[in-house]
Protein backbone atom coordinates (compact mmCIF):
# COMPACT_ATOMS: atom_id res chain seq x y z
CA UNK A 1 0.00 0.00 0.00
CA UNK A 2 1.43 3.42 -1.07
CA UNK A 3 1.70 6.48 1.42
CA UNK A 4 -0.83 7.93 -0.05
CA UNK A 5 -3.07 4.68 0.13
CA UNK A 6 -2.38 4.06 3.53
CA UNK A 7 -3.06 7.82 4.70
CA UNK A 8 -6.22 7.94 3.04
CA UNK A 9 -7.52 4.63 4.93
CA UNK A 10 -5.93 6.08 7.95
CA UNK A 11 -8.65 8.47 7.74
CA UNK A 12 -11.49 6.53 6.29
CA UNK A 13 -10.88 4.58 10.04
CA UNK A 14 -10.91 7.47 11.88
CA UNK A 15 -13.40 8.78 10.62
CA UNK A 16 -15.80 5.64 10.85
CA UNK A 17 -14.72 5.50 14.61
CA UNK A 18 -15.61 8.68 15.57
CA UNK A 19 -18.78 8.69 13.53
CA UNK A 20 -19.98 6.00 15.82
CA UNK A 21 -19.43 7.68 19.00
CA UNK A 22 -19.06 11.20 18.58
CA UNK A 23 -18.35 12.38 22.02
CA UNK A 24 -16.51 9.77 23.48
CA UNK A 25 -13.14 11.30 23.34
CA UNK A 26 -14.30 14.86 24.66
CA UNK A 27 -16.22 12.69 27.48
CA UNK A 28 -13.27 11.11 28.49
CA UNK A 29 -11.02 13.59 28.83
CA UNK A 30 -14.05 16.28 30.57
CA UNK A 31 -14.84 13.70 33.34
CA UNK A 32 -11.28 12.58 34.18
CA UNK A 33 -8.87 15.09 35.95
CA UNK A 34 -5.89 16.33 37.54
CA UNK A 35 -5.67 16.02 41.01
CA UNK A 36 -6.19 20.00 40.91
CA UNK A 37 -9.48 19.61 39.35
CA UNK A 38 -8.56 20.97 35.70
CA UNK A 39 -8.99 19.27 32.62
CA UNK A 40 -6.49 18.60 30.00
CA UNK A 41 -8.80 20.71 27.61
CA UNK A 42 -8.16 23.45 30.64
CA UNK A 43 -4.19 22.84 30.38
CA UNK A 44 -4.47 24.06 26.40
CA UNK A 45 -6.82 26.57 27.35
CA UNK A 46 -4.23 28.33 29.46
CA UNK A 47 -1.89 28.86 27.04
CA UNK A 48 -3.52 31.13 25.13
CA UNK A 49 -5.85 32.99 27.05
CA UNK A 50 -6.12 36.43 25.39
CA UNK A 51 -5.69 35.08 22.27
CA UNK A 52 -7.56 36.93 19.05
CA UNK A 53 -8.17 34.49 17.06
CA UNK A 54 -7.75 29.97 18.01
CA UNK A 55 -7.73 27.51 14.87
CA UNK A 56 -8.12 23.95 16.83
CA UNK A 57 -7.13 20.59 14.61
CA UNK A 58 -8.57 17.70 14.66
CA UNK A 59 -11.58 19.95 16.97
CA UNK A 60 -13.98 16.71 17.95
CA UNK A 61 -17.33 17.79 18.78
CA UNK A 62 -16.15 21.08 19.88
CA UNK A 63 -15.58 20.52 23.60
CA UNK A 64 -12.11 22.53 23.61
CA UNK A 65 -13.46 25.02 21.64
CA UNK A 66 -16.54 25.14 24.11
CA UNK A 67 -13.65 25.95 27.09
CA UNK A 68 -11.68 28.42 24.95
CA UNK A 69 -15.15 30.63 24.08
CA UNK A 70 -15.84 30.53 28.12
CA UNK A 71 -12.58 32.37 28.31
CA UNK A 72 -13.62 35.22 26.39
CA UNK A 73 -11.79 34.09 22.83
CA UNK A 74 -14.42 35.12 20.28
CA UNK A 75 -12.49 34.40 17.21
CA UNK A 76 -12.32 30.71 16.95
CA UNK A 77 -12.25 28.27 13.96
CA UNK A 78 -12.20 24.12 13.77
CA UNK A 79 -11.95 21.56 11.63
CA UNK A 80 -12.09 17.79 11.96
CA UNK A 81 -12.48 14.84 9.50
CA UNK A 82 -15.87 13.77 10.85
CA UNK A 83 -18.97 15.57 9.51
CA UNK A 84 -21.07 14.45 12.72
CA UNK A 85 -17.84 15.93 15.05
CA UNK A 86 -18.60 19.21 12.90
CA UNK A 87 -22.20 19.08 13.46
CA UNK A 88 -22.08 18.34 17.11
CA UNK A 89 -19.92 21.25 18.04
CA UNK A 90 -22.01 23.56 15.10
CA UNK A 91 -24.81 22.97 17.72
CA UNK A 92 -23.14 24.02 20.61
CA UNK A 93 -24.74 28.22 21.15
CA UNK A 94 -21.29 29.23 22.37
CA UNK A 95 -20.20 28.45 19.42
CA UNK A 96 -22.52 30.14 16.74
CA UNK A 97 -20.39 32.30 15.52
CA UNK A 98 -16.98 29.93 15.21
CA UNK A 99 -16.16 28.84 11.84
CA UNK A 100 -15.98 25.39 12.09
CA UNK A 101 -15.58 23.12 8.80
CA UNK A 102 -14.96 19.37 7.64
CA UNK A 103 -11.72 19.16 6.30
CA UNK A 104 -7.49 17.98 6.23
CA UNK A 105 -5.02 19.36 8.78
CA UNK A 106 -2.61 18.83 5.49
CA UNK A 107 -4.79 21.26 3.52
CA UNK A 108 -6.01 24.07 6.11
CA UNK A 109 -9.12 26.26 4.12
CA UNK A 110 -7.40 29.35 5.75
CA UNK A 111 -5.99 32.30 4.45
CA UNK A 112 -2.46 32.97 5.58
CA UNK A 113 -1.27 34.93 9.01
CA UNK A 114 -5.23 33.54 10.41
CA UNK A 115 -4.72 33.02 13.68
CA UNK A 116 -2.61 34.09 16.92
CA UNK A 117 -2.55 30.50 18.21
CA UNK A 118 -3.13 26.90 16.71
CA UNK A 119 -3.98 24.13 19.33
CA UNK A 120 -4.59 20.42 18.88
CA UNK A 121 -6.04 18.06 21.38
CA UNK A 122 -4.89 14.31 20.85
CA UNK A 123 -5.61 14.37 17.01
CA UNK A 124 -2.08 15.77 15.28
CA UNK A 125 -0.05 12.33 16.35
CA UNK A 126 -2.87 10.42 14.63
CA UNK A 127 -2.49 12.88 11.06
CA UNK A 128 -0.63 11.31 8.03
CA UNK A 129 2.52 13.53 6.65
CA UNK A 130 3.02 15.50 10.03
CA UNK A 131 5.88 17.69 8.51
CA UNK A 132 3.19 19.15 5.81
CA UNK A 133 0.43 19.63 9.00
CA UNK A 134 3.08 21.61 10.38
CA UNK A 135 4.06 23.84 7.16
CA UNK A 136 0.36 24.65 6.97
CA UNK A 137 0.28 25.44 10.36
CA UNK A 138 3.16 28.09 10.05
CA UNK A 139 0.92 29.46 7.09
CA UNK A 140 -2.11 29.94 8.83
CA UNK A 141 -0.16 31.30 12.19
CA UNK A 142 0.94 34.73 12.77
CA UNK A 143 4.39 35.34 13.05
CA UNK A 144 4.93 35.43 16.77
CA UNK A 145 1.50 32.92 17.58
CA UNK A 146 1.37 30.05 19.49
CA UNK A 147 0.85 26.20 18.99
CA UNK A 148 0.51 24.20 21.96
CA UNK A 149 0.04 20.11 21.15
CA UNK A 150 -1.54 17.97 23.14
CA UNK A 151 -0.14 14.25 22.33
CA UNK A 152 -0.63 10.64 23.86
CA UNK A 153 2.10 9.00 25.62
CA UNK A 154 2.80 5.41 26.85
CA UNK A 155 0.71 4.79 29.87
CA UNK A 156 2.28 4.94 33.51
CA UNK A 157 4.34 2.16 35.11
CA UNK A 158 2.78 -0.51 37.03
CA UNK A 159 -0.38 0.56 35.92
CA UNK A 160 -3.96 -0.36 34.45
CA UNK A 161 -3.48 1.20 31.48
CA UNK A 162 0.10 -1.41 30.60
CA UNK A 163 -1.15 -3.91 32.12
CA UNK A 164 -3.64 -4.00 29.67
CA UNK A 165 -1.62 -3.07 26.59
CA UNK A 166 0.87 -6.29 27.78
CA UNK A 167 -2.06 -8.34 27.83
CA UNK A 168 -3.86 -7.13 24.67
CA UNK A 169 -0.38 -6.69 22.30
CA UNK A 170 -0.98 -10.56 21.54
CA UNK A 171 -4.45 -10.26 20.62
CA UNK A 172 -3.93 -7.07 18.52
CA UNK A 173 -1.02 -9.28 16.57
CA UNK A 174 -3.60 -11.72 15.31
CA UNK A 175 -6.32 -9.59 13.82
CA UNK A 176 -6.23 -11.09 10.42
CA UNK A 177 -4.28 -8.63 8.36
CA UNK A 178 -7.40 -7.29 5.93
CA UNK A 179 -9.14 -6.30 9.31
CA UNK A 180 -6.25 -4.35 11.05
CA UNK A 181 -5.99 -0.65 11.67
CA UNK A 182 -4.54 1.41 9.04
CA UNK A 183 -1.28 2.94 10.10
CA UNK A 184 -2.15 6.46 11.83
CA UNK A 185 0.48 9.01 12.36
CA UNK A 186 3.97 8.40 13.70
CA UNK A 187 5.73 7.55 16.39
CA UNK A 188 7.97 10.81 15.69
CA UNK A 189 4.90 12.83 16.79
CA UNK A 190 4.74 11.51 19.92
CA UNK A 191 8.13 12.22 21.49
CA UNK A 192 9.74 15.36 22.46
CA UNK A 193 12.93 15.19 20.28
CA UNK A 194 10.35 13.95 17.46
CA UNK A 195 8.46 16.99 17.50
CA UNK A 196 11.37 19.37 17.90
CA UNK A 197 12.61 17.71 14.24
CA UNK A 198 8.86 18.39 12.76
CA UNK A 199 8.32 22.02 14.15
CA UNK A 200 12.02 23.57 14.00
CA UNK A 201 12.46 23.75 10.44
CA UNK A 202 9.37 25.15 9.49
CA UNK A 203 10.86 28.07 12.11
CA UNK A 204 9.36 27.28 15.52
CA UNK A 205 11.29 27.65 18.91
CA UNK A 206 11.80 24.17 20.25
CA UNK A 207 9.05 22.82 21.96
CA UNK A 208 8.30 23.02 26.04
CA UNK A 209 7.37 19.34 27.07
CA UNK A 210 5.47 18.45 29.96
CA UNK A 211 4.25 14.52 31.05
CA UNK A 212 1.04 14.37 32.72
CA UNK A 213 -0.57 11.28 34.47
CA UNK A 214 -4.15 11.47 35.00
CA UNK A 215 -7.13 9.28 35.30
CA UNK A 216 -9.15 7.51 37.75
CA UNK A 217 -8.02 5.03 40.14
CA UNK A 218 -10.80 1.84 40.14
CA UNK A 219 -11.73 -1.89 40.55
CA UNK A 220 -10.64 -4.07 37.54
CA UNK A 221 -13.69 -3.75 35.92
CA UNK A 222 -13.83 -0.40 35.91
CA UNK A 223 -10.00 -0.10 34.60
CA UNK A 224 -10.99 -2.46 32.23
CA UNK A 225 -13.99 -0.32 30.36
CA UNK A 226 -12.02 2.32 30.24
CA UNK A 227 -8.74 0.53 28.19
CA UNK A 228 -11.19 -1.31 25.89
CA UNK A 229 -12.48 2.09 24.97
CA UNK A 230 -9.36 3.89 25.05
CA UNK A 231 -7.94 1.82 22.22
CA UNK A 232 -9.08 1.87 18.43
CA UNK A 233 -7.68 -2.45 18.60
CA UNK A 234 -10.60 -3.36 20.72
CA UNK A 235 -13.16 -2.32 18.03
CA UNK A 236 -11.32 -4.71 15.29
CA UNK A 237 -11.37 -8.40 17.78
CA UNK A 238 -14.03 -10.43 17.71
CA UNK A 239 -16.13 -11.23 20.17
CA UNK A 240 -14.64 -14.13 21.92
CA UNK A 241 -11.03 -12.62 21.61
CA UNK A 242 -12.21 -9.66 23.34
CA UNK A 243 -13.98 -12.17 26.12
CA UNK A 244 -10.59 -14.13 26.74
CA UNK A 245 -8.81 -10.95 26.79
CA UNK A 246 -11.09 -9.45 28.90
CA UNK A 247 -11.31 -12.50 31.59
CA UNK A 248 -7.83 -12.69 31.37
CA UNK A 249 -7.57 -8.91 32.34
CA UNK A 250 -9.61 -8.89 34.98
CA UNK A 251 -7.76 -12.09 36.38
CA UNK A 252 -4.39 -10.44 36.28
CA UNK A 253 -5.82 -7.27 37.90
CA UNK A 254 -7.04 -9.22 40.75
CA UNK A 255 -4.16 -10.41 41.53
CA UNK A 256 -2.41 -6.82 42.15
CA UNK A 257 -2.31 -5.72 45.87
CA UNK A 258 -3.91 -2.90 44.54
CA UNK A 259 -7.09 -4.49 43.39
CA UNK A 260 -9.79 -2.51 44.74
CA UNK A 261 -7.65 0.39 43.63
CA UNK A 262 -6.05 0.27 40.32
CA UNK A 263 -4.54 3.59 38.97
CA UNK A 264 -5.56 3.93 35.10
CA UNK A 265 -2.07 5.41 33.96
CA UNK A 266 -3.31 7.45 31.19
CA UNK A 267 -0.69 9.94 30.30
CA UNK A 268 -0.69 12.93 27.97
CA UNK A 269 2.08 15.14 26.80
CA UNK A 270 1.53 18.79 26.58
CA UNK A 271 3.90 20.62 23.85
CA UNK A 272 3.99 24.31 23.31
CA UNK A 273 6.21 26.04 21.19
CA UNK A 274 6.02 29.75 19.10
CA UNK A 275 6.40 30.77 15.79
CA UNK A 276 9.57 32.96 15.22
CA UNK A 277 8.36 36.23 14.98
Not at 25 to 50: I, K, M, P, T
Not at 211 to 220: C, K, N, V, W, Y
Request: hydrophobic share 45%; glycine share 10%.
Amino acid sequence: MSSGDNAAAAEAFLRAVHDEIPNAASQFFLEHRLGDGRSSYDLVAEHVLGAGRVLDLGCGDGALLSILAHTGISGLAGIDLSDKHIARARARPELADADLRVGRAQELPFPDDSFDAVVSHMAFMLMADPDQVVAEIARVLHPGGVLVLVVGAPPAPDSGYELFLSLARPYFAQIQVERRMPVVGGRHARTRDGLDSLVTPAGFAPVHWESITFGPAGTAEQVWELAAQGYYETQLLDHSSLNRLRDQFIAAARNRSDATHIPVGERISLAVTRLSG
